[in-house]
């Protein structure tokens, strides 16, 4: 086998097309199921906020009264010791 079939010729003749342009991104069905992920995070942090708030609501937890609650649990537990 001659050596000349392994070499690859390039040809001289200018170029009409110019350089090629690559898409650089996400297209088509990827960014589709992307959007629907990044929209079902937002979703899911939405509602897990607004359970938190309700649950702090219906305990009535505040920092007031989890300070009280500690403070009293303390001086039962001193009262206990003597």
Do not use: D
């Given at each position: ?56 609501k219906v ?24």
């Amino acid at each position: 086998m001659p050596q000349e079939q392994y070499t690859h010729h390039r040809s001289t003749m200018p170029s009409s097309e110019g350089p090629q342009v690559y898409k650089v991104g996400i297209y088509g069905w990827r960014k589709r199921c992307l959007y629907f992920f990044v929209l079902l995070l937002m979703i899911l942090i939405l509602v897990n906020l607004a359970m938190t708030i309700w649950i702090l609501k219906v305990m009535n937890f505040t920092i007031v009264s989890k300070t009280l609650t500690n403070f009293l649990s303390l001086l039962r537990g001193r009262e206990r010791k003597k």
